[in-house]
């Protein structure tokens, strides 16, 4: 999600409902007798509102399941979600007068600072990160299919691998010259050698690895110096070869990259999806239990 | 011999006597001396190009015998050593630009040329061989021609005309650059050549071969019977066809039996034969119901799952919704809407499309009674449509069956009365044009109205730049009415993008209609503009930007673009979810597609300006409404074609489970699926496309791309705004 100019009614809404909040809330703090609680009215107040925003944040992932149902676009509940889950916050605060209170009061405020801490840290990658995905990995493809784009780049250097020595076969039977057939494979053999070996050595591994490190063909540099160095090694019909075969390197860095970057865009709900649904759940219990005893 | 004059002459020192004007060729022929030759025929007129037979007759110089009538007194030697190297050294001529060893050598090993040169003991010539080809023409589907391989012994050239008067052999350039040529020096295959084979049959070398059967088998079975090249000939329609290219193609058309009820084409499925009926009756339909997608459920507008359902025309009117009531198919018949079966009998000819354009059978044809077929492949039913018998009687079937319905199936010409149409029945042509072949050129005088009997059309106009298209024309379609109504020149080029068949309604005949009849040409006349129209906005978006990767990636194309901001998009995916769930489960739309700038080109319809998928629709129903909008008609028969054909794989197969009667129990109904072609709707029935709606990070939008890219591409700014 980016957060630019078109957020700014929510915003401007959000300050507002946090200056009239503060405005409440610092007279009543000054002039309660014994500092404010959750069960004064205002203290209610506070905690009804908080958690009426909390609900309405954990709503969104209801909002989700049912795309297609005509309840208010889905950018506006994730909008709603953002602004009214960060106002939650204050107002969970004001209602607890900055006090923990007993265990299961201090488990919640403790849930819900982590809960906001992480939408707040969700919210700043999904902010910059898209941009950076889309810089950096020109080549982007649909998350799931990257296994399946995988395999199709390991076929495709097989293919190239394979087709080296009949190439450079076919060049030494043209050259010809009354050098045996026997004599011109053994030839072709020896100088494709060089390609095939660093194939099964580095390439391979890297292709095949399902994403760890490898240390010259997973940094585009050192990777782009051991293709050059490998050229040397290679007659001139092998170039272009070479080339597609650090072409295909090349598609496999972005491949991992676009992994890393899907995990981060995404990672953190992990943590702050199940939490939310925690705080809302233990949040419910703290409401039966402090109005009813 | 009796009652000529007779000839006296010596050959090989043996005294011979033949009618007066018998050749000395035939002289020693009809006496058992065999002279080599290369150019003569039996059956054709001599020409001496040759020089193989020449002969010494104690003259200055040696004398070509085939040409050279025999004179009383004559001496001639035919094999003398001094003859024998002439004729040697001729040979070695010859080869040197002759490509050796030639198909025909490598096929059967009876080159004429090459067997000759073998007896006469030459290996390599010792003349230098031609360093440039002369190349190949392969566009004829029955025969080849190799011009390395020619010896310009001109035996083809007299087999067309004096054998079989088709003329269409010829020689061409002179020196080095001489060769055959076909009609104006076009290719074969766009010749009007017959494909008689009379020209293979003479031709001495590789240079003129049969390209064979093709790899397609025509099955076997009891109820498939080979029929040999002389039962073909005994039936009328292969009157003229030639027995050569009968007994080189056997195996390329066959017999089959259906019995009443037998299947013998299914809607749908691709094939490369046409049937003829010799006998019988069968029934052509379309099972598919005749139905459009809709989706349902939006009524209920909070609550309640979107569901993808069939719905026919009179319970869901569409905007600008076809009035169309035949469905065109390809057989000599075309199918109502409100009851889309019809009858076929005895001479009827259905699948050419199928057979030439390997498109999609466009119906289900089924056996009334017990049927007789002939099965053909393409080879076959090339030489049938060339074969005057044969379209002959085609022509004659289709102006008593299908003229009528077809001139009514125009929505323009309902008007048009039995009379006028009786009129109109012998004076149209049928013509028929080769894929890529112009019909009409822009800025030619107009002459006549076409309507599109099979086939599609491409309809462009040339601009600096380069041409445009401004539309793909199928059956029931037309064109030529703007140049005629307006009394000038053709507007725009017509081309065959396949193997076309028009009917060609003659100037006169096309003012008389619009005389006889004011509101065709009013019709005619609101169509006119409306294109004319689609055609200048068209022109003014190509005018107004710039063409770089904008217009690489085709996007100039669209008018409506399902874009995703990157920048902006998170990955989740809540698009594509919501428009499966807005389309029971099957998304008419995948995150993935070509950039530009920042955005994604979401694969999703994007309502082309030149629709690709439009053409090869067997059955004509997806197509363009005047909103320029591509709808998809009740008829769609599910054969994927267009899913095809969309270069950006927007068509998508929507399967359905519906009833249909079972023929193998009367009267009793089985289950059965039946697919329907679908594309993005946009979400019609919302104000807003689902997957729009559904995106939570605004970075979905449907925009006309001209428009949102205006600002990037230096035009002028402020026109960006989602549409």
């Known amino acids: ?293 | 011999m009796s009652g000529a004059a007779l000839v006296e002459l010596t050959i090989d020192g043996k005294r011979v006597a033949v009618p007066a004007g018998t050749s000395v060729f035939d002289a020693a022929r009809l006496n058992g001396i065999a002279i080599p030759t290369l150019c003569h025929q039996q059956n054709e007129t001599p020409v001496g190009v040759c020089r193989l037979c020449v002969v010494d007759v104690n003259a200055r110089v040696f004398t070509a015998s085939c040409v050279r009538p025999a004179e009383p007194g004559m001496v001639v030697n035919t094999a003398s050593e001094k003859v024998q190297r002439a004729r040697r050294t001729l040979l070695e001529m010859l080869m040197a630009d002759h490509l050796s060893p030639c198909a025909r050598q490598q096929h059967s090993g009876d080159c004429e040329l090459e067997t000759l040169a073998k007896q006469a003991g030459i290996a390599e010539p010792r003349y230098a061989k031609r360093n440039a080809s002369r190349g190949k023409d392969n566009s004829s589907v029955s025969i080849a021609v190799d011009f390395d391989a020619c010896i310009l012994c001109d035996r083809c050239i007299r087999g067309c005309g004096e054998i079989r008067e088709n003329f269409v052999l010829g020689r061409m350039g002179k020196g080095g650059t001489a060769g055959i040529a076909f009609d104006d020096n076009e290719p074969m295959g766009e010749s009007s050549c017959v494909s008689c084979g009379e020209c293979m049959v003479s031709c001495p070398t590789g240079a003129l071969t049969n390209r064979g059967v093709t790899a397609t088998a025509l099955g076997s079975g009891p109820d498939v019977q080979q029929v040999s090249p002389e039962r073909l000939q005994e039936l009328p329609v292969f009157k003229g066809v030639s027995g050569t290219f009968l007994s080189l193609n056997r195996g390329a058309v066959v017999q089959r039996r259906f019995r009443a009820g037998d299947v013998i084409c299914s809607e749908g499925e691709y094939g490369s034969t046409a049937f003829y009926i010799l006998d019988g009756k069968a029934r052509v339909s379309i099972s598919t119901p005749m139905a459009h997608v809709k989706t349902q459920g939006a009524l209920k507008k909070f609550i309640g799952k979107l569901s993808s359902g069939l719905a026919q025309r009179q319970q869901d009117r569409r905007e600008e919704e076809a009035d169309q009531r035949w469905i065109p198919i390809d057989a000599p018949v075309d199918l109502n809407y409100d009851n889309p079966v019809a009858e076929l009998g005895p001479d009827d000819l259905f699948g050419e499309m199928t057979c030439m354009s390997l498109y999609p059978r466009s119906a289900t044809v089924r056996a009334e009674t017990d049927c007789t077929t002939l099965e053909m492949l393409r080879n076959v039913l090339d030489i049938m449509q060339r074969n005057k018998t044969f379209r002959a009687q085609l022509d004659k079937s289709y102006r008593r069956r299908a003229l009528d319905s077809h001139l009514r199936s125009v929505p323009v010409f309902a008007e048009l009365t039995d009379d006028f149409i009786a009129s109109l029945r012998e004076s149209v042509e049928l013509v028929r044009y080769s894929p890529g072949q112009v019909i009409c050129k822009q800025g030619d005088p107009a002459e006549a109205f076409y309507l599109v009997r099979i086939g599609f059309v491409k309809v462009s106009q040339a601009h600096p730049g380069g041409e445009i298209v401004l539309a793909y024309l199928s059956r029931g379609d037309y064109f030529g009415e703007t140049g005629l109504l307006l009394g000038d020149v053709r507007t725009a080029t017509c081309t065959a993008l396949d193997h076309v068949e028009v009917v060609r309604i003659g100037a006169d005949d096309f003012r008389r209609m619009i005389e006889q009849f004011p509101v065709i040409r009013q019709k005619l006349e609101a169509v006119e503009q409306e294109r004319a129209l689609m055609n200048r906005q068209r022109l003014s978006v190509l005018h107004s930007v710039p063409l770089d990767s904008f217009l690489a990636q085709g996007l100039m194309e669209a008018q409506s673009l399902l874009l995703l901001d990157l920048n902006s998009c998170t990955r989740c995916d809540a698009c594509v979810r919501a428009c499966a769930d807005a389309h029971d489960g099957i998304t008419r739309l995948v995150r993935e597609g070509l950039r530009f700038d920042h955005y994604l080109v979401a694969t999703s319809c994007r309502q082309c300006l030149d629709p690709l998928c439009m053409v090869g629709c067997p059955v004509g129903s997806i197509r363009r409404r005047n909103s320029l909008e591509v709808i998809i008609e009740d008829w769609c028969i599910g054969c994927g074609l267009c899913a095809e054909n969309c270069p950006y794989g927007n068509i998508n197969l929507h399967p359905f489970n519906v009833t249909v009667d079972d023929p193998e129990r009367p009267g009793r109904k089985k289950a059965v699926m039946k697919q329907k072609a679908t594309s993005c709707d946009l979400c019609k029935d919302f104000a807003e496309p689902s997957c729009v709606y559904a995106c939570p990070h605004d970075a979905a939008r449907r925009v006309d791309p001209r428009r949102f890219f205006a600002g990037l591409l230096g035009q002028a700014p402020g026109i960006a705004r989602k549409v």
Request: charged letters at 20%.
């Open chain 1, 1 to 293: 999600m980016h957060i630019d100019h078109t957020h700014r009614k929510w915003f401007t809404a959000s300050l507002v409902i946090f200056g009239v909040a503060t405005a409440v809330y610092v007279p009543y703090a000054a002039h309660s007798p014994g500092g404010p609680r959750g069960g004064s009215t205002i203290g209610l107040a506070f905690g009804i509102i908080g958690s009426a925003f909390m609900a309405f944040a954990g709503l969104l992932s209801a909002r989700k399941n049912v795309p297609v149902w005509r309840l208010g676009r889905a950018q506006s509940w994730m909008r709603g979600h953002l602004w009214l889950g960060l106002l939650s916050l204050p107002l969970t605060f004001y209602h607890a007068g900055f006090r923990l209170g007993g265990p299961l009061t201090s488990v919640l405020l403790w849930l819900l600072i982590i809960v906001v801490a992480s939408g707040v840290f969700g919210a700043v990658i999904q902010h910059y990160l898209p941009r950076v995905m889309t810089l950096q990995v020109p080549g982007e493809t649909i998350f799931e299919q990257i296994d399946h784009v995988r395999e199709q780049l390991v076929a495709e250097a097989d293919r190239l691998v394979d087709g080296a020595e009949t190439a450079e076969g076919t060049r030494r039977d043209k050259a010809g010259g009354g050098v045996s057939l026997a004599m011109q494979s053994e030839v072709a053999v020896d100088e494709a050698a060089a390609l095939r070996n660093f194939y099964a050595r580095e390439m391979r591994a890297f292709l095949t690895s399902g994403g760890k490190r490898h240390p010259v063909l997973s940094d585009a540099d050192t990777a782009r110096s051991a293709f050059e160095g490998l050229r040397t090694l290679l007659p001139a019909e092998l170039h272009e070869m070479t080339q597609r075969l650090g072409a295909i390197c090349e598609e496999e860095r972005q491949l991992r990259r676009e992994s890393r970057i899907h995990h981060w865009l995404h990672g953190w709900l992990m943590m702050h999806i199940p939490l939310s649904f925690a705080l809302l759940l233990l949040g419910c219990v703290h409401a039966i239990t402090a109005l009813r005893y």
